[in-house]
């Protein structure tokens, strides 16, 4: 008699036989039929609220077309509700690359290739598999008739020969996706060449930039970079290269300011919420740890502690800017060449083992990096990568119970009613919304508890040293498909099967250990338990359709912001933010569609009827992700499609992982039957399968791998054309050590946004503050967020400091007790993204690679701007614009940066506060002397001053360079070698 039968006479004893076998055999028809219904029917009704929204809300089903500028712009589309459909269907995949850029290609492509792959696979799947699997059965079980529908699929009531079909289904199912992977490899290999010989790449600067880090002491110099890459690969033109800088805590001082500023701004929000009826009592904090010893431990008015806590923190940050010349060179550095050719080929020669011990990669964008992972050494990375991946294995470990409790109880109630008599009652007496809730309940939690992992995985490998944020992004890819892999696949469907095998030698031992063994069948209880598991898995299949119908509807987005408006008081910052795009999670959703790859795969062949689910899931994905990647959602940094290759070696995974089912499969049911001898050939003739994977990883990696990632693997040669792809020759203006200099010496420190509905109340709330000299800070009615106390950094490793000049006094700082934090007012009808796209502070986090509303900060200057001598090897001129020019400065507005501020920006590296002179020599010095010592190269100096703008005795000209320009230099006992000017 079934266990299960049987009234528990002890709820423990009860427990442990729930966990030996989770899932009965006869598969409940109200689950699945809850779960088609629930899966289908909400998918339905999301996609027709979709269709009926979208063309009447911009702001939240088209932010990236709203904000994009021409370049990056999609589609216009009809405002019919499936007026969306044409434009989606239209488009090609090479506009899609200038459009979305190529990681959302490669996307996409993937996409395409899952929903084709599972398409053959259904066709061989139903069409060899269910026919086996009926007519085998239905010969052999005298029961068949009262065999639930979806279980006569399953081969647990087959025996012998008839495994052959699955033998010839694992060849056909892994010859289908090695094909399509070599297809689709092509296809990736070509658009990243073509994505090398596009304009943006072959004018960006890490496009031909190294970074090196772990550099021995003995080598941080500029000119130790070069002597170490020059080890690597000798080539015929020598870099540019800067050494970083310690900013030592630099950085932490603008996360604490930036969390202040936000903190302000939460308080004044619900403080000022309503202006005409203040609550009777200011808002009170606790004052931060390091603040605790001036204001003690006692809650303080919360408006005067965080507005004196920003002045402090600004104070702190000029303080450390000042002086970070003097600081101690780092163990990172970068090294930029005049040819993309060059540092591909010394990144290529020193993939393996780099010079001096140091490492060498091609560098990434300067807003990718992980600046703070950058001078680590191997010692604390080895030590980090140790104790966070021991506490991901104990994670692993802790996750098992809440999984085994999930699979035991949620997927069948009537195991909880075993140990829960009063559940049980209820349940007999509500059969079909029990069931109803089973079939959606069980899905729903495994999903829900998967939300939280990529969050917690993204800190551990920030914390143990990744150097950018797209290889962490493809580490969170592995690192997900692994913990999916062996919780939900592993552990979640076999460890029921297994205990109940532990339970059964257990029961046995009297007969002895090994005959115990011998008599469990293991092989035939794990295939039993796998093919009950089935079923959860078919349904955990169906409930993906709605959440594909859930990120089309953007529901998430729309009830978060709605609760956010209706719910809480939003600051301005965090209502711009809400209309921006929305980053596209590319850990996320990879790893969806690698779950349902390797699930498809796995429990395809004890379940065909997956294989069709899964195909249609895919079909509707890849018509809904391609409106999304263009009308939604934004690349926040492009990687040049490098996670194909990772993707390419986990689909390899899940085919092997299918096999090995197969095998399981084969060995329990076909060879163990009377025939063992002879049918033990089934098993051997599957030993190629691995063989075979490995073979053709091993083609890829000979004919793909290298040519995806270097643009080339020989140096730049006189013989090939140098020119641009323009036509121009290029020009040695990159200014790498600008350029990628660290954030924290330029960054610009944000403002605190007040809605302006509250600016007269601004004065009472710092009338202790309102006046500032003979300024007042509140007479402006839009503050800028750029009229901060922060530095300029013109030159070198952004390693000088500009003191903020007074707007009112030009060529005066502003007095230190003037550097008070101010307010920026904004209207209700300026909060909206579109008004702050082109602001720094919004741009970093929400402005698609930089590139989405603009000019590409990565972008070298334009062809034919005349080369500013910026970093020859650290040394630095001082490049200033005309005494003519207009001054940027524009506190009356909050809105975005003029495109010639932009294009400025860009150009220089840096971005010059408003209110700062960029000429405050020229007001004052007719002329500078320039002493250039007498060496042999001092002729080949004046020419160069000259085209900058000097005249032979070294002296500014009026008119400065041709780019409107002017400079002047110092040259020092250091600077008199050949070797800083040969290149």
């Given at each position: ?63 990236r077309a709203k904000h994009a500028d021409e370049k990056h712009a999609p589609r216009q589309l009809d405002r019919k509700p499936l007026g969306w459909i044409p434009a989606i269907r239209d488009v090609k995949e090479q506009e899609l690359v200038e459009k979305i850029g190529l990681d959302a290609v490669v996307f996409l492509r993937f996409l395409r290739m899952l929903r084709n792959i599972f398409l053959v696979l259904t066709v061989f799947g139903c069409g060899i598999l269910i026919p086996v699997n009926v007519v085998g059965g239905s010969a052999f079980y005298e029961q068949w008739d009262n065999i639930a529908t979806l279980m006569k699929f399953t081969p647990q009531y087959i025996f012998g020969p008839k495994f052959w079909a699955f033998v010839l289904c694992s060849y056909l199912f892994q ?251 209820n349940l007999a007496a509500h059969p079909t919304g029990w069931g109803i809730a089973q079939g959606i309940l069980a899905p729903t939690v495994q999903t829900l508890i998967y939300m939280g992992i990529p969050v917690m995985f993204r800190r551990l490998y920030t914390h143990s040293g990744d150097v950018s944020k797209t290889s962490r992004e493809r580490h969170v890819t592995a690192r997900l498909y692994i913990f999916f892999v062996f919780n939900n696949l592993i552990v979640f469907s076999v460890f029921g099967s297994a205990w109940r095998f532990v339970a059964t030698v257990i029961a046995a031992k009297d007969q002895g250990v090994w005959e115990a063994i011998r008599n469990a069948h293991v092989f035939s209880q794990v295939m039993t338990g796998l093919c009950n598991m089935s079923t959860f ?447």
């Amino acid at each position: 008699m079934n266990v299960y039968q049987r009234q528990p006479v002890d709820s423990t004893d009860q427990f442990l036989n729930l966990i030996a076998d989770p899932f009965q055999a006869e598969v409940q028809q109200n689950s699945i039929y809850a779960a088609i219904v629930y899966a289908f029917a909400i998918s339905g009704a999301l996609f027709l609220l979709f269709c009926f929204l979208r063309p009447r809300n911009s702001r939240v089903y088209a932010p990236r077309a709203k904000h994009a500028d021409e370049k990056h712009a999609p589609r216009q589309l009809d405002r019919k509700p499936l007026g969306w459909i044409p434009a989606i269907r239209d488009v090609k995949e090479q506009e899609l690359v200038e459009k979305i850029g190529l990681d959302a290609v490669v996307f996409l492509r993937f996409l395409r290739m899952l929903r084709n792959i599972f398409l053959v696979l259904t066709v061989f799947g139903c069409g060899i598999l269910i026919p086996v699997n009926v007519v085998g059965g239905s010969a052999f079980y005298e029961q068949w008739d009262n065999i639930a529908t979806l279980m006569k699929f399953t081969p647990q009531y087959i025996f012998g020969p008839k495994f052959w079909a699955f033998v010839l289904c694992s060849y056909l199912f892994q010859g289908t996706v090695c094909g399509f992977l070599w297809w689709n490899y092509r296809a990736v290999y070509r658009l990243k060449r073509a994505y090398f010989q596009s304009t943006d790449y072959q004018q960006s600067l890490h496009s031909r930039t190294l970074l090196l880090t772990h550099i021995p002491e003995s080598s941080r110099t500029d000119d130790g970079i070069a002597e170490l890459v020059d080890t690597a690969k000798p080539t015929q033109t020598l870099p540019r290269t800067a050494i970083g800088r310690n900013v030592k805590d630099l950085p932490k001082l603008i996360e604490a300011h930036d969390e202040a500023v936000r903190e302000l701004e939460a308080v004044l929000a619900k403080y000022l919420n309503n202006p005409e009826r203040l609550p009777e009592k200011r808002p009170v904090c606790e004052p931060e740890k390091d603040d605790r010893s001036t204001y003690g431990k006692r809650e303080v008015d919360a408006i005067d502690y965080l507005t004196d806590r920003i002045a402090r923190l600004e104070a702190q940050i000029k303080e450390v800017r000042e002086s970070v010349d003097k600081r101690n060179p780092t163990s990172y550095g970068f090294a930029s060449y005049p040819h993309i050719e060059d540092a591909h080929a010394v990144a290529y020669a020193s993939k393996k083992k780099g010079p001096k011990g140091c490492d060498v990669y091609l560098a990434p964008k300067p807003h990718d990096l992980l600046w703070q992972n950058l001078p680590m050494t191997r010692r604390t990375r080895r030590a980090r990568m140790f104790w966070d991946g021991l506490w991901v294995i104990l994670f692993t470990a802790a996750y098992i119970v809440p999984n085994i409790a999930t699979s035991v109880f949620l997927s069948d109630f009537s195991h909880l009613g075993l140990v829960w008599p009063a559940f049980q009652t209820n349940l007999a007496a509500h059969p079909t919304g029990w069931g109803i809730a089973q079939g959606i309940l069980a899905p729903t939690v495994q999903t829900l508890i998967y939300m939280g992992i990529p969050v917690m995985f993204r800190r551990l490998y920030t914390h143990s040293g990744d150097v950018s944020k797209t290889s962490r992004e493809r580490h969170v890819t592995a690192r997900l498909y692994i913990f999916f892999v062996f919780n939900n696949l592993i552990v979640f469907s076999v460890f029921g099967s297994a205990w109940r095998f532990v339970a059964t030698v257990i029961a046995a031992k009297d007969q002895g250990v090994w005959e115990a063994i011998r008599n469990a069948h293991v092989f035939s209880q794990v295939m039993t338990g796998l093919c009950n598991m089935s079923t959860f898995w078919l349904t955990w299949q169906m409930q993906k359709n709605l959440s594909a119908a859930i990120d089309i509807a953007q529901a998430w987005p729309l009830v978060w912001s709605y609760i956010q408006r209706k719910l809480f008081t939003p600051t301005p910052r965090q209502l711009i933010e809400l209309s921006a795009p929305q980053p596209f999670m590319y850990a996320e959703y990879y790893n969806s569609y690698l779950q349902v790859a390797v699930v498809g795969l796995t429990f395809g062949t004890l379940q065909p009827i997956i294989l069709p689910v899964t195909a249609f899931y895919l079909i509707i994905e890849c018509w809904f992700k391609k409106y999304m990647v263009q009308y939604v959602l934004i690349t926040k940094t492009e990687s040049g499609g490098r996670f194909w290759r990772l993707l390419v070696n986990r689909m390899l995974v899940s085919v092997a992982l299918g096999n090995a089912v197969i095998a399981l499969v084969v060995g329990a049911q076909g060879v163990g039957s009377i025939n063992s001898v002879s049918n033990g050939n089934m098993l051997y003739a599957m030993i190629p399968l691995p063989l075979l994977l490995l073979a053709f990883k091993w083609y890829c990696k000979r004919a793909f791998d290298d040519r995806l990632i270097y643009y080339s693997t020989q140096p730049f040669s006189d013989a090939e054309d140098a020119a641009s792809p323009d036509g121009k020759k290029t020009k040695r203006n990159d200014r790498v050590a600008v350029r990628f200099g660290h954030p924290a010496l330029y960054k610009k420190l944000i403002t605190p946004m007040v809605h302006a509905k509250s600016q007269h109340l601004l004065k009472e709330l710092y009338v202790h503050r309102a006046s500032i000299g003979d300024r007042n800070i509140f007479d402006a009615p839009h503050r800028r967020s750029t009229d901060r106390a922060m530095p300029t950094t013109p030159y070198g490793y952004s390693d000088v400091f500009m003191a903020e000049m007074d707007p009112s006094e030009p060529g005066k700082p502003v007095p230190v007790a003037q550097n008070l934090p101010g307010v920026e007012l904004v209207a209700e009808e300026d909060l909206d993204f579109e008004n702050f796209k082109k602001r720094a502070e919004f741009r970093e986090e929400y402005g698609g690679d930089g590139g989405l509303y603009g000019r590409p900060e990565d972008l070298i200057s334009r062809p034919g701007t005349p080369s500013t001598f910026a970093t020859l090897n650290g040394s630095g001129f001082f490049p200033h614009k005309v005494a003519g020019e207009a001054s940027t400065r524009a506190s009356s507005t909050t809105k975005r940066g003029s495109d010639e501020e932009l294009s400025r920006e860009h150009e220089q590296g840096v971005s010059y506060e408003p209110g700062y002179q960029r000429t405050p020599l020229r007001d004052h010095f007719e002329e500078v002397d320039v002493q250039i010592p007498a060496t042999p190269f001092a002729e080949d100096v004046l020419q160069a001053g000259r085209a900058a703008g000097q005249d032979s005795n070294g002296r500014l000209l009026r008119d400065g360079g041709s780019d409107g320009h002017e400079y002047f230099r110092g040259f020092g006992d250091e600077d008199t070698s050949y070797d800083r000017y040969r290149g």
